[in-house]
């Protein structure tokens, strides 16, 4: 194709991310392809109308299933709440056109199991928003534990905690709604889960416990009315990892002081690797041997970080993420990639954190 047009449905933070990660795609690498931003859809007309035109988008539209019918679209991405996803990215592989779906698939693993399937049946590309793992710090990671540097795999710790919830006072939002999104785990443990499963492979059984800590929120920011609450606010995991490693995993959105902190540490028989969100652009790895652990820093060697700086210690930030994958995905629909969390991956996770969902309920340990 000569040109490939972008339908974009959703004009919150995750739409501005995906619109600003458009328009750098093309500014920062040698794409294949002319990228065209043909429409953007929101349910406020009105704020469709302003972001169409502040971001580049050459239509506006008032729902999304006009978006889909658009003929100058030929990717739909989709960054409404998770209860969404489902009906918008089955209309648009229906229509033949190719997915990008923020993260997490769906608000069940069933719909994720139809999203899988029809995707295939479609035969299109798909990609899922987890866009942590297209930090190049993260491929490099991924490498070294590849080429044995790490020795066996013997343990996981992953950890993903934010406080945006923490304030019992936060009123309740979409988020709270099971139907509609799934708690802390959904909302922050499935980039956790796929991390895992990016970096260590395929989880054989899990054993969690879940919490609900604020079993009640305001309706809205400042009122007296209360609504109960039912998704969790902490998950907690033990992982057994199909290549015999064993693992832990946390995920909370009322942990005081944290703001983006998806960490992990990985030990193996011959050194631990560690990472932390909040550091994005660097590693800690220790070997057998060393003194203390060695700080590995983010620089021009490293695929992708070229990109934006020639120089080392200027940082990528959460939006050059979003651009790397972006980067990915135009490249995937130009049969030239295949890296990225696609359909098939995405259900994978869900089916992880359904398992999980299952161990908390029942008391037990739960095999994929």
């Known amino acids: 194709m000569d040109e490939l047009g972008i339908g974009l449905i959703g004009t919150g933070f995750m739409g501005r991310a995906h619109a600003l990660a458009f328009r750098s795609a093309g500014a920062v690498f040698e794409l294949p392809v002319r990228l065209h931003l043909a429409a953007l859809a929101d349910a406020d007309a009105q704020r469709g109308e302003h972001c169409a035109g502040a971001w580049g988008f050459a239509q506006a539209h008032a729902d999304w299933q006009a978006l889909v019918a658009n003929p100058r679209v030929n990717l739909v991405a989709i960054t409404t709440p998770n209860h969404l996803h489902f009906p918008m990215a089955m209309a648009a592989l229906a229509a033949g056109k190719a997915v990008y779906c923020e ?10 199991r139809q999203m899988h399937h029809a995707a295939q049946a479609a035969g299109v590309v798909t990609r899922v928003g987890y866009n942590y793992q297209h930090n190049p710090v993260i491929a490099q990671a991924r490498d070294m534990i590849g080429n044995g540097e790490l020795g066996q795999l013997v343990s996981f710790q992953g950890e993903f905690s934010e406080d945006f919830m923490a304030d019992p006072d936060a009123p309740w939002s979409w988020r709270c709604e099971p139907q509609h999104a799934g708690g802390a785990l959904a909302d922050l443990g499935s980039h956790l889960l796929a991390m895992a499963r990016f970096l260590m492979g395929p989880v054989q059984a899990v054993c969690a416990d879940t919490q609900t800590v604020h079993l009640q929120r305001p ?15 902490q998950a907690h995991a033990l992982l057994r990892f199909a290549n015999g490693a064993r693992g832990t995993l946390s995920s909370s959105w009322i942990k005081h002081g944290y703001k983006n902190h998806l960490s992990f540490e990985i030990s193996g028989t011959l050194g631990t690797l560690a990472f932390d969100q909040e550091r994005l652009n660097e590693l800690r790895l220790y070997r057998v041997g060393q003194k203390g652990f060695q700080r590995l820093l983010a620089g021009p060697a490293l695929p992708g970080y070229a990109a934006f700086s020639p120089a080392p210690g200027h940082q990528l930030g959460y939006n050059e993420l979003k651009t790397l994958e972006v980067h990915e995905l135009i490249m995937a629909l130009c049969g030239q990639g295949r890296d990225g969390t696609d359909f098939a991956e995405a259900w994978e996770v869900e089916r992880l954190a359904a398992a999980i969902r299952t161990a908390a309920a029942e008391q037990r340990w739960v095999a994929l």
């Open 219 to 233: 309706t809205e920011a400042g009122s007296q009315e209360r609504r109960a609450i039912a998704v969790d606010d």
């Open 103 to 112: 993260k997490p698939l769906a608000v069940s693993v069933e719909q994720a």
